[in-house]
Nanobody
Framework: QVQLVESGGGLVQPGGSLRLSCAAS????????MGWFRQAPGKERELVAS???????TYVDPVKGRFTISGDKTKNTVYLQMNSLKSEDTAVYYC???????????????WGQGTQVTVSS
């Protein structure tokens, strides 16, 4: 089985920074994409940023210029550096990955358990 374990959430003041980490473990043949979603109370889960295995990254407009996604292939880990945080960034952040477990099995999407990010003074 594959597991995604997130860390790095917490409480931060507006304008502050946090760095989220997500490590994939288990039987992994290939990781095609990894990314971060978030879900605020009363809202739908939305994509924040993603990165492909060749390093191509995408961001949702509200976080462009403030958040940076990066990956470490040697550790099967993805990071989300969040700077200039705003109150509207408050949400549970979920790690997401598209992973192939065996050569003869199609890839599947996996989710982490979520980590709370609260931006408040």
């Amino acid at each position: 089985q594959v597991q995604l374990v997130e860390s790095g959430g917490g409480l931060v003041q507006p304008g502050g920074s946090l760095r989220l980490s997500c490590a994939a473990s288990g039987r992994i043949v290939s990781i095609y994409t990894m990314g971060w979603f978030r879900q605020a109370p009363g809202k739908e889960r939305e994509l924040v940023a993603s990165i492909t295995r060749n390093g191509t990254s995408t961001y949702v407009d509200p976080v462009k210029g403030r958040f940076t996604i990066s990956g470490d292939k040697t550790k099967n880990t993805v990071y989300l550096q969040m700077n200039s945080l705003k109150s509207e960034d408050t949400a549970v952040y979920y790690c997401n990955a598209n992973i192939r477990r065996e050569f003869w099995i199609a890839s599947s999407t996996y989710w982490g358990q979520g980590t709370q990010v609260t931006v408040s003074s």
